[in-house]
Every structure is written in structure tokens, then in C-alpha cells.
């Protein structure tokens, strides 16, 4: 048990090491991260309840979740070479698409939820 309790606690710390690696070298990371901070707070005006807190707080955890696993394949395609390359051009954009996808989520749902709210 105290194995396991020391193997999550490791586990956490490099969540964390990569949590700042991307806050500190990636834009997009910190602009999303700073939407994110700005809207939270929004959540419990245009939420009405717990499960529409949930969905509204998701989409913007889904958003951070893209943006990091999209930052995570720009990062290891630019390791393997700097030279372009068909497919290491396919990986970046198929991780923005990702994103894209992502906030079209976001935007449909908080477009959806505030919609309700103004006609109601």
C-alpha cells in the first residue's frame, strides 16, 4: 500500500513538472489557461444546477485537455527532427484539429446553455 501511495505521489509530481512545462513554454496553453480562470467564475452565473455546472466546467477542462495533448505532439515531432515532413505535418494539424473540435464543444454548449438562459 505504501508502494502504491508513493508511486501516485511521484506520478502527480511529474503531472505537475509537464503542467508547468506547458504553462511556461506554450502560448496557447497560457491563453486558454487564463480563458479559463476568466470563465470559471461565469459557470455558476449560466449554469442552473450541479449536472449543467458539470458540463459547463468540462468543456473547459476538455479545451486545456486538447490543447496539452496537441502541445505534447508539436513537442516530440519537433524532437524526432526539425526538417518537414508529410507526416509530422499530418501530426500537428490532426492535434489542432483536436483543439478545434474542442472549442466547437465549448462554443455549443455554452452557446446552447446561454441561449436557454436568455429565453427563459
Known sequence: MI??????????GYSWL???AAVTTEPAVRTELVLFVI??????????????????????????????LN???????????????????????????AVFIALINFLVVWGLLLFDRITN
Open 3 to 12: 508502494k502504491e501511495i508513493k508511486r501516485i505521489w511521484r506520478a502527480g
Open 18 to 20: 509537464g503542467l508547468r
Open 39 to 68: 470563465l470559471a467564475p461565469c459557470v455558476f452565473w449560466l449554469g442552473r444546477n450541479a449536472i449543467e455546472y458539470a458540463l459547463l466546467f468540462s468543456t473547459l477542462f476538455l479545451v486545456l485537455l486538447a490543447e496539452l
Open 71 to 97: 502541445s505534447a505532439i508539436e513537442v516530440i515531432v519537433d524532437r524526432i527532427s526539425s526538417e518537414w515532413h508529410e507526416l509530422s505535418g499530418r501530426a500537428k494539424d490532426i492535434g489542432s484539429a
